[in-house]
């Protein structure tokens, strides 16, 4: 799955995009956020405030009771700040 | 007919009196035209520069599905919306939103609407710098900008 990280969280994390297999008994947005976090420092640290982070899902936004499905694409990132 | 909104999200500037001849051009049948155009502010001379980045594709699918809800609750004739990305400086435009309607009524809401909506929805992020050179700072979101969006969800008739 391919993964994506803007503004704070893409510092944090380190990189703009990364592709992982998903592991078994990762079905929502939820439990793989739960499986970033043990990836290393700099997951942990970017996903330290899960209230702060909003999700895309192929680029629509969900909340983290969302099941991954086939999505492609999933994205993390702060609140917006547009406009 | 159903309006097709113009939808762009670019680095490049805008120039909101083009873009307002775009839906008055030719036409008769406009009697309300509502542009607003959000603009860098330079903090009391603090700022040095907005850093705006965006999520290409969602930004635009977002700026779509909002412009999309707008035309479907107002009569609307014509529809823009423009968003910049990159590197702004203080005086410079940001976002430009221009709705017309036969009447007036319909094209001050969906502007205000749009703007609600692009500020809670769309995926864009400003990232301040300053004068003084410190690292930049992200801008957080506002929870006045929440409550202005819930406006046009909660109980729409009584509240406005």
């Known amino acids: 799955m391919n993964i994506r990280y803007f503004a704070w969280v893409r510092e944090r994390v380190g990189v703009e995009e990364e592709t992982i297999e ?7 947005v939820a439990d793989l956020i739960s499986h970033l976090k043990t990836l290393d420092e700099n997951h942990a640290a970017a996903f330290e405030e899960d209230d702060a982070i909003r999700i895309a899902l192929d680029q629509m936004h969900v909340e983290t009771d969302a099941s991954l499905g086939n999505a492609r694409e999933i994205a993390f990132f702060p609140p917006m700040t547009g406009g | 007919m159903q309006v097709k ?22 036409r008769k049948d406009v009697g309300a035209l509502v542009t607003f155009t959000g603009l860098c502010r330079d903090e009391a001379g603090t700022l040095s520069a907005l850093e705006l980045e965006h999520y290409p594709g969602m930004a635009e699918a977002e700026l779509g599905r909002i412009a999309a809800e707008a035309i479907g609750r107002w009569p609307l004739t014509g529809l823009t919306v423009i968003h910049r990305f990159g590197r702004i400086a203080p005086g410079e435009n940001i976002v430009l939103v221009v709705t017309a309607s036969k009447h007036r009524r319909a094209a001050f809401e969906a502007a205000d609407f749009l703007m609600d909506f692009l500020k809670t929805r769309a995926p864009f992020w400003k990232k301040e710098h300053r004068v003084s050179g410190d690292a930049g700072t992200w801008v957080d979101a506002k929870s006045g900008d929440d409550k202005d969006a819930a406006r046009w969800t909660a109980d729409p008739i009584s509240s406005r």
């Open chain 1, 22 to 28: 998903v592991p078994g008994g990762v079905n929502t």
């Open chain 2, 5 to 26: 909104p113009l939808v762009r999200v670019q680095a490049e500037d805008f120039d909101a009196g083009e873009e307002s001849r775009r839906l008055t051009e030719g």
